[in-house]
């Protein structure tokens, strides 16, 4: 009986050694998921978020943005198609008479287009620009995307890259743009982007020669005035139900531009920008301005940092203004879930047209960020502008 007892004893404090000994672990592991599991919950909700697909583009051309909308609707996987078929909805007048081509001439009356599309997944980029005689720039922008191991092709190269593809070329230029450039040229030249040269550009056609160094002046002035209705780059963004984005961007060039002129359309980050991970931008203004400051690359990187997208818009708006105190246009940033906002500067008022989305489920509305007084002026000489954090709601009548 004693030694029954005593093993019993012994069986005992074994048991509870082996227990004491597991509890700590077992305590730590339970711990650590709960936290996981807060982590996780605080992050990413309970569940998983859904996303409603999304279609923006910038000023407000409805048609266009229609068009892009229904091939969106399809099915999945049709971000690529949705911002090529709006982009090419404006090939015609419904999206104004500068984005068409023809009356958009260089100062040699030169008709040409460049178009860009990014992949926010792949963050793979197709762009053209300078390109003469080809209607669907933003065809073969896509073709340079997934045919090439480059980036962008200009000028009569990128013409010629498209012929060997099967696009037809065109004699773009037609009396229409003969009388644009006529009107010009009667008028001394006016607009046009020459600064620092004699004779005075304000004033001549030139041939011009450069002044002496100590003579320039590098006058601050928006690069042309931006009217509601005459725009010659226009910008669209796809989201679907799968968190894939798509970007895009078309333009006919800047009016009366010095031959050779790239603009933002054609260069990464510029006037487009997308990474699935993150979200996507798109930008409209002064091009010069915005290929130097990359906008839609630098709102994807402030949203990356933490910040929300309407954060992400007023700042950078914001730092453009700070380096050019003329600058006029706009940013509208989305984010993976679909949440967007826009800010503008040195105008009245920017639109851009939104089908789907969360909360606005309507097609082809048009939103409208107003840039109205700062109580606050921050830059000197520059111009009066407001960065509403959220753009105001308004249905299309």
């Not at 004699?198 to 690069?223: D, R, T, V």
């Not at 010069?288 to 690359?297: E, S």
């Not at 050019?324 to 984010?335: H, Q």
Request: aromatic share 8%; proline share 5%; with cysteine.
């Amino acid at each position: 009986m004693l030694a029954q007892s005593c093993c019993l004893r012994l069986l005992i404090l074994l048991l509870l050694f082996t227990t004491i000994g597991s509890v700590p672990k077992k305590s730590l592991k339970y711990f650590t998921n709960r936290k996981l599991r807060e982590r996780r919950i605080k992050l990413f909700g309970t569940k998983k978020t859904e996303i409603q697909s999304l279609l923006i583009s910038t000023w407000n051309y409805t048609d266009a943005n229609l068009q892009a909308w229904s091939v969106l609707q399809q099915g999945p996987r049709r971000t690529r198609q949705a911002v090529i078929q709006g982009c090419m909805a404006c090939q015609n007048q419904r999206c104004g008479r500068l984005l068409t081509g023809r009356s958009s001439p260089d100062t040699e009356g030169a008709l040409t287009l460049e178009a860009a599309i990014m992949d926010g997944e792949s963050l793979e980029y197709g762009a053209v620009a300078g390109m003469n005689g080809v209607r669907n720039a933003i065809l073969v922008a896509d073709a340079v995307l997934k045919y090439t191991k480059h980036s962008v092709l200009v000028g009569k190269s990128a013409t010629k890259f498209a012929r060997s593809l099967g696009y037809k070329e065109e004699y773009l230029t037609d009396a229409r743009t003969r009388n644009v450039l006529k009107k010009w040229r009667s008028n001394g030249c006016q607009p046009n982007f020459w600064r620092d040269v004699h004779p005075s550009p304000a004033e001549n056609c030139g041939p011009y020669s450069p002044l002496p160094e100590h003579m320039h002046q590098h006058p601050m002035h928006q690069e042309y005035a931006i009217i509601q209705g005459q725009h010659d780059q226009l910008a669209f963004l796809a989201l679907d139900a799968e968190g894939k984005f798509h970007v895009a961007s078309q333009s006919s060039g800047a009016q009366f531009r010095i031959p050779g002129r790239v603009g933002d359309s054609a260069v990464p980050g510029a006037g487009i920008y997308a990474d699935n991970e993150v979200g996507g931008a798109v930008a409209s203004g002064d091009g010069d301005v915005l290929m130097r400051h990359l906008p839609a690359f630098l709102a994807v990187e402030a949203m990356r940092a933490g910040k929300e997208p309407d954060k992400a818009a007023e700042l950078v708006v914001q730092r453009l203004l700070r380096h050019n105190t003329e600058f006029n246009g706009a940013v509208v940033v989305v984010n993976r879930r679909g949440i967007y906002a826009a800010a503008c500067a040195g105008l009245d008022e920017f639109h851009f047209v939104v089908s789907g989305g969360k909360e606005y489920l309507s097609m082809a509305r048009v939103e409208r960020v107003k840039c109205l007084e700062r109580e606050n002026e921050v830059i000197d000489g520059g111009p009066k502008g407001l960065f509403p954090t959220i753009p105001e709601k308004h249905k299309v009548p």
